[in-house]
């Protein structure tokens, strides 16, 4: 089993900036493919950002291609997720998610785990 806490989230205007952050415990052995996605209200869970499990490659979905930026720290089990140029349309609710068999992939349902979520808020 992984645990994994979300935080960072919050209230900012277009253009601003946010850095999210989660940590995981558990089973983290072998620092597994990690991810975030997002899910804003009456819409389907879009996948953000993943990135491999050494940290040296990611994959980005084009809507926020040059703006979100993810990395991770294996040494302190920690994923995070910097945005910047926030756009009203980035408004959602932010998981991380652990993929134990896949890596770099954008779809939901090839998570593992997943964390409660952390609101982000952006007002045009």
């Known amino acids: 089993q992984v645990q994994l806490v979300e935080s960072g989230g919050g209230s900012v205007q277009a253009g601003g900036s946010l850095r999210l952050s989660c940590a995981a415990s558990?089973?983290?052995?072998?620092?597994?493919?990690m991810g975030w996605f997002r899910q804003a209200p009456g819409k389907e869970r879009e996948g953000v950002a993943a990135?491999?499990?050494?940290?040296?490659?990611?994959l980005y979905v084009d809507a926020v291609k040059g703006r979100f930026t993810i990395s991770r720290d294996n040494a302190n089990n920690m994923l995070y997720l910097q945005m910047n140029s926030l756009k009203p349309d980035d408004t959602a609710i932010y998981y991380c998610?652990?993929?134990?068999?896949?890596?770099?992939?954008?779809?939901?349902?090839?998570?593992?785990?997943w964390g409660q979520g952390t609101q982000v808020t952006v007002s045009s």
């Open positions: 998610a652990v993929a134990r068999d896949v890596c770099l992939r954008l779809q939901a349902f090839e998570y593992n785990y």
């Open positions: 558990g089973d983290t052995y072998g620092h597994p493919c």
């Open positions: 990135i491999d499990f050494e940290g040296r490659t990611a």
